[in-house]
């Protein structure tokens, strides 16, 4: 894994700091991603204590200026990447929140993982061995939706619709670029201790980057256009 370099976005925190570490332990370049420049750089320091090549830079995902200024910070130091961790995401309720939840949900869970995916296809289909993950979850299942009571009793309109969308973004690019080398599938993290998840949560941080570092790090015959958590398929 020496060599590689990844891009995780929402890196400076939970389960995408904890993402960037394992993929920083197996020997890969870590572009960590924050929404300001202060907060990345903190959070690479805290890795390159430990050793890990880890970079941070500035990603404020729904900002397009910022994901201009990163393709051409990858191309002209890397000329490209081979991990890319849509990591990003909120989950706001309706109750008490004072902006538009649904759009604001959709902006960085469905609308920002697009178009910084898009914007970097280029420099990861330069990878010998691209790999796209998409940070999901059993939430955005649609058969879980409809046959799992404690799916049901935690779904969200909003988190639960733009993660659903992610996953067919999953689906839709891992159909397009199925004769390259890229491999996409998202990853479902379980219910982990972070501030989305809460406390009662059964997961630590460590454990819900699981799943994303093992898709972020496919063999050649690894799968593609998937849903996992840990080993197990996920149904769409």
């Known amino acids: 894994m020496s060599n590689k370099i990844a891009l995780v976005t929402g890196a400076n925190k939970g389960i995408g700091f904890e993402v960037a570490r394992q993929l920083g332990q197996q020997g890969i370049t870590v572009l960590v991603g ?25 990603l404020e995902v729904t900002n397009a ?14 000329g490209r990447l081979d991990i890319l961790v849509n990591n990003a995401g909120i989950l706001v309720e309706n109750s008490g929140y004072e902006g538009d939840f649904l759009r604001d949900t959709f902006e960085v869970n469905t609308f920002a993982p697009y178009y910084i995916t898009e914007a970097l296809l280029p420099l990861l289909l330069k990878s010998d061995a691209g790999r796209i993950v998409n940070q999901s979850s059993a939430l955005g299942s649609i058969q879980l939706n409809l046959s799992n009571e404690s799916v049901q009793a935690m779904a969200s309109p909003a988190y639960s619709a733009s993660k659903a969308s992610l996953n067919l973004l999953t689906v839709y690019w891992s ?3 199925k004769d390259t080398n890229l491999k996409i599938n998202s990853t479902h993290p379980g219910l982990v201790k972070t501030q989305m998840g809460g406390e009662n949560a059964e997961l630590s941080e460590a454990d819900g ?5 093992r898709l972020a790090t496919l063999p050649e015959d690894g799968p593609t256009g998937e849903f996992y958590y840990m080993d197990t398929q996920v149904p769409w």
């Open 175 to 177: 159909q397009k670029w």
């Open 34 to 58: 924050a929404r300001t420049k202060s907060k990345a750089d903190e959070a690479a320091s805290k890795l390159q204590v430990e050793g890990i090549q880890a970079i941070g830079v500035q």
């Open 65 to 78: 200026e910022h994901i201009a200024e990163l393709v051409h910070f990858i191309d002209k130091e890397y």
């Open 209 to 213: 980057a699981i799943t994303a570092v």
